[in-house]
């Protein structure tokens, strides 16, 4: 059993080519007396034409010399898909079945043929122009991606944010917004801060005045050391490191360890 490709010549080539370019598209927008820009993108509707009218007829042909014909791939599904989507798993079970051998042999003999074919088509197609530019063109939306997870991650903003102020190329569209941003994180991190200060002073002033808290080790039952216990665990696992990720929750950790060290548990 062996493999055989006819090559021929269509009469028009029907497969599609690649969007040309990435298009920037803007619209506005308006939320809560803020108004701006959103910049999205798409792809352009003119695409690159294909020419190459090739096509292969795939033969699968018994000892004897009976043909079976197997399908006919074109030049360019050879580029966009692989031979598995071209030729079905049906197609070759039956032409095992025919041939009185297994799908698995079928499967080998022609992919064994088509492997050099499908290497050379890919080596030619990407030296065109089409091949170049497509890729280009997916490494820019692939930078746009990772340029939005990244802004998101360091300034601990939606990403939806960042496509109010920079385009899919990455170019700065809207400074203005960018500052407002960087002035809401300041803002943010200044409440923390002294939300933090406020809490730790509280502590500090429960813990100072009350007699329950301020009675020294000595003063606590086993009853309300296990009760303590319990508040120190419910705190610590609030505050803890690993459940705040990118937020430094040092300080409460370190008044939690003090006031545990007073209560003795």
Not at 214 to 220: A, C, I, L, P
Request: with cysteine; aromatic share 12%; glycine share 6%.
């Amino acid at each position: 059993m062996q493999c055989k490709i006819e090559e021929f010549e269509l009469n028009q080539v029907t497969s599609r080519g690649a969007p040309k370019k990435v298009i920037v598209d803007e619209f506005e927008w308006l939320n809560g007396g803020e108004q701006g820009k959103t910049y999205t993108y798409r792809m352009s509707s003119e695409r690159f034409e294909r020419t190459n009218k090739k096509a292969y007829r795939i033969i699968v042909v018994e000892d004897s010399g009976k043909e079976c014909p197997v399908a006919t791939m074109t030049y360019y599904d050879f580029v966009d898909f692989s031979i598995e989507d071209c030729i079905g798993d049906r197609l070759i079970e039956q032409i095992a079945k025919e041939m009185n051998t297994t799908a698995e042999k079928v499967w080998e003999v022609i992919k064994e043929k088509l492997d050099d074919l499908k290497a050379k088509i890919r080596f030619e197609f990407e030296q065109t122009e089409e091949y170049l530019e497509n890729k280009k063109n997916q490494q820019i939306i692939e930078n746009y991606k990772k340029a939005k997870k990244k802004f998101s991650l360091e300034l601990g903003v939606d990403q939806a944010k960042y496509d109010h102020i920079y385009n899919v190329f990455g170019e700065l569209k809207d400074a203005d917004y960018l500052n407002k941003v960087h002035e809401q994180i300041k803002e943010r991190e200044k409440f923390s801060q002294n939300s933090k200060r406020k809490n730790k002073e509280a502590w500090r002033n429960f813990s100072g005045s009350s007699d329950f808290f301020g009675g020294g080790k000595s003063s606590y039952s086993e009853e309300d050391k296990d009760m303590l216990s319990k508040f120190y665990k419910v705190l610590a696992k609030k505050f803890h490191p690993d459940a705040n990720p990118g937020i430094d929750t040092s300080k409460e950790m370190q008044l939690l360890n003090e006031i545990k060290k007073d209560w003795g548990v």
